[in-house]
């Protein structure tokens, strides 16, 4: 990255940027809301998986459950990504910097998210459990049917902040040659020596995921609470 | 139906239930009474494996209920059971809280399972109901969908945890009157209760339980008239004195 103090006041804000790099800002945006997407699916399922491992009635998988949470969630998202951008080739595998950033980001938000939804299920009352498993229903039934559909309404809110995480933390991609938003923002800047501007449009484009997921969140909730 | 051999249970050091020994038959109307914290709930819980047992025996529909190798789930179809607290499920529709372990368990047909539904909505007399959310409804309502929750899956036995405990006064009532008419069509029945007016007018039988053993066991007649156990006598005459 190159800095460069801003000259006078005339140019805070050097619109121009904008629109001659136009293609790059976009080429960026769409591939960050490519991998946030793939990611945000991905941790959603694996975070689902793990919380109910964690809760299950079978001990070794609650021992893997706390093991993967404790042990991802511990350490920055950086080494995750690097994992499996420099672990995985010793192993055979080479994935480019964009998969890897994308699996990274969801094994690592999965984390969280499992955290997210075992609270939420652990605040269902046990009636519920007791209720859905004495009609006869197999323990992974009562969780799709009758436990998570309520947990998930008690999830929404700190689901909504991860995601929100997930989406900036993909600016990790940069240092993996993602083709990110952030990663041309840096190849913008290279060219503009603008780095203000350059990287006022970088942030704005964020907000344009970002806002309106959080708008959507609360919006969600308040839907979900009607029928309470 | 259900027959119990020497069955105990704990709970870490503390002993819940005491070689209890009981037999139901089919079509009986078994009640369990006795102060709070006598094991009652636990003793009706272990038939459906709600709780384990820690030793004896119990066999439910000539099934080991705590073999490792019982089908407790294929077990459980055959069992209804009615919580204090109802444990309605708030997300779904009455009628679906009513259809979905007749289409999950048993894989009937949505519109074989909603004709069930009402077939016994109507029975406890709140068809009109069907299409609202649990927490629409009354206790008393709450708890009588819960009764045909459990009769939709046509069950064998049906067991009832304090069915009434949690309701107001006034709709107590009507949950009794559908258990009492379920009793009079044959339905095996283990209840926990402390409606003794119910427990003289419907039960085959009256099981007293204190500190976790079954105390007494006689018909109402004889229980309520003249208990042979003193812990029984006093457990009724602080009943009477309220």
């Not at chain 1, 991802?72 to 998969?99: A, E, K, Q, W």
């Not at chain 2, 007749?102 to 519109?111: A, D, E, N, T």
């Given at each position: 990255?190159?800095?460069?103090?801003?000259?006078?006041?005339?140019?805070?804000?050097?619109?121009?940027?904008?629109?001659?790099?136009?293609?790059?800002?976009?080429?960026?945006?769409?591939?960050?809301?490519?991998?946030?997407?793939?990611?945000?699916?991905?941790?959603?399922?694996?975070?689902?998986?793990?919380?109910?491992?964690?809760?299950?009635?079978?001990?070794?998988?609650?021992?893997?459950?706390?093991?993967?949470?404790?042990?991802?969630?511990?350490?920055?998202?950086?080494?995750?990504?690097?994992?499996?951008?420099?672990?995985?080739?010793?192993?055979?595998?080479?994935?480019?910097?964009?998969?890897?950033?994308?699996?990274?980001?969801?094994?690592?938000?999965?984390?969280?998210?499992?955290?997210?939804?075992?609270?939420?299920?652990?605040?269902?009352?046990?009636?519920?459990?007791e209720a859905?498993?004495a009609s006869?229903?197999?323990?992974?039934?009562?969780?799709?049917?009758?436990?998570?559909?309520?947990?998930?309404?008690?999830?929404?809110?700190?689901?909504?902040?991860?995601?929100?995480?997930?989406?900036?933390?993909?600016?990790?991609?940069?240092?993996?040659?993602?083709?990110?938003?952030?990663?041309?923002?840096?190849?913008?800047?290279?060219?503009?020596?603008?780095?203000?501007?350059?990287?006022?449009?970088?942030?704005?484009?964020?907000?344009?995921?970002?806002?309106?997921?959080?708008?959507?969140?609360?919006?969600?909730?308040?839907?979900?609470?009607?029928?309470? | 139906?259900?027959?119990?051999?020497?069955?105990?249970?704990?709970?870490?050091?503390?002993?819940?239930?005491?070689?209890?020994?009981?037999?139901?038959?089919?079509?009986?109307?078994?009640?369990?009474?006795?102060?709070?914290?006598?094991?009652?709930?636990?003793?009706?819980?272990?038939?459906n494996?709600l709780?384990?047992?820690?030793?004896?025996?119990?066999?439910?529909?000539?099934?080991?209920?705590?073999?490792?190798?019982?089908?407790?789930?294929?077990?459980?179809?055959?069992i209804g059971m009615v919580f204090?607290?109802?444990?309605?499920?708030?997300?779904?529709?009455?009628?679906?809280?009513?259809?979905?372990?007749?289409?999950?368990?048993?894989?009937?047909?949505?519109?074989?399972?909603?004709?069930?539904?009402?077939?016994?909505?109507?029975?406890?007399?709140?068809?009109?109901?069907?299409?609202?959310?649990?927490?629409?409804?009354?206790?008393?309502?709450?708890?009588?969908?819960?009764?045909?929750?459990g009769?939709?899956?046509?069950?064998?036995?049906m067991l009832f945890d304090?069915?009434?405990?949690?309701?107001?006064?006034?709709?107590?009532?009507?949950?009794?009157?559908?258990?009492?008419?379920?009793?009079?069509?044959?339905?095996?029945?283990?209840?926990?209760?402390?409606?003794?007016?119910?427990?003289?007018?419907?039960?085959?039988?009256?099981?007293?339980?204190?500190?976790?053993?079954?105390?007494?066991?006689?018909?109402?007649?004889?229980?309520?008239?003249?208990?042979?156990?003193?812990?029984?006598?006093?457990?009724?005459?602080?009943?009477?004195?309220?």
């Amino acid at each position: 990255m190159h800095f460069r103090k801003q000259g006078g006041s005339n140019d805070m804000l050097n619109f121009s940027i904008l629109e001659r790099y136009i293609d790059s800002y976009l080429a960026g945006f769409y591939n960050t809301i490519q991998s946030s997407v793939l990611a945000l699916i991905g941790s959603f399922v694996l975070g689902t998986v793990i919380a109910v491992f964690r809760i299950a009635p079978v001990k070794p998988l609650n021992w893997f459950g706390t093991a993967y949470v404790e042990f991802i969630r511990n350490i920055p998202l950086l080494l995750v990504v690097f994992f499996f951008y420099l672990g995985l080739p010793s192993l055979g595998i080479t994935l480019d910097g964009f998969v890897c950033g994308t699996i990274g980001l969801a094994v690592y938000t999965s984390s969280f998210i499992a955290e997210a939804i075992r609270a939420g299920i652990m605040s269902v009352p046990k009636g519920q459990t007791e209720a859905a498993l004495a009609s006869g229903l197999t323990y992974l039934k009562t969780m799709r049917h009758i436990i998570l559909p309520q947990a998930i309404k008690i999830v929404i809110p700190p689901l909504g902040n991860q995601f929100i995480n997930l989406i900036k933390n993909s600016s990790i991609l940069t240092v993996f040659a993602g083709f990110d938003l952030m990663y041309y923002g840096d190849i913008i800047n290279t060219d503009t020596f603008d780095t203000f501007s350059t990287y006022i449009f970088v942030a704005m484009f964020y907000l344009l995921l970002t806002i309106p997921l959080s708008f959507a969140v609360v919006r969600i909730e308040r839907r979900l609470a009607r029928n309470d | 139906m259900i027959f119990f051999r020497e069955v105990d249970k704990h709970y870490g050091d503390f002993q819940v239930l005491k070689g209890i020994n009981l037999q139901v038959g089919q079509g009986e109307v078994v009640v369990v009474v006795g102060p709070s914290g006598s094991g009652k709930s636990t003793l009706l819980r272990c038939i459906n494996r709600l709780e384990t047992i820690t030793s004896g025996e119990l066999v439910v529909h000539d099934v080991k209920v705590n073999d490792r190798k019982a089908d407790i789930n294929k077990l459980r179809r055959d069992i209804g059971m009615v919580f204090q607290q109802f444990n309605l499920y708030p997300h779904k529709k009455v009628i679906d809280n009513i259809t979905l372990a007749p289409m999950k368990v048993l894989g009937l047909s949505k519109k074989e399972a909603e004709e069930t539904a009402m077939y016994y909505l109507e029975k406890v007399g709140i068809q009109d109901k069907a299409y609202a959310y649990p927490s629409k409804l009354s206790g008393g309502q709450q708890q009588r969908v819960a009764i045909a929750r459990g009769l939709a899956m046509k069950p064998k036995i049906m067991l009832f945890d304090e069915p009434t405990s949690a309701l107001d006064p006034e709709m107590v009532g009507e949950v009794l009157d559908v258990m009492k008419t379920l009793a009079r069509e044959g339905m095996t029945m283990v209840v926990v209760t402390h409606e003794m007016g119910f427990a003289r007018e419907v039960a085959d039988r009256v099981v007293f339980m204190d500190q976790g053993q079954i105390v007494e066991e006689a018909t109402p007649a004889e229980f309520f008239a003249s208990p042979r156990e003193e812990r029984a006598r006093a457990f009724l005459s602080r009943l009477i004195a309220h």
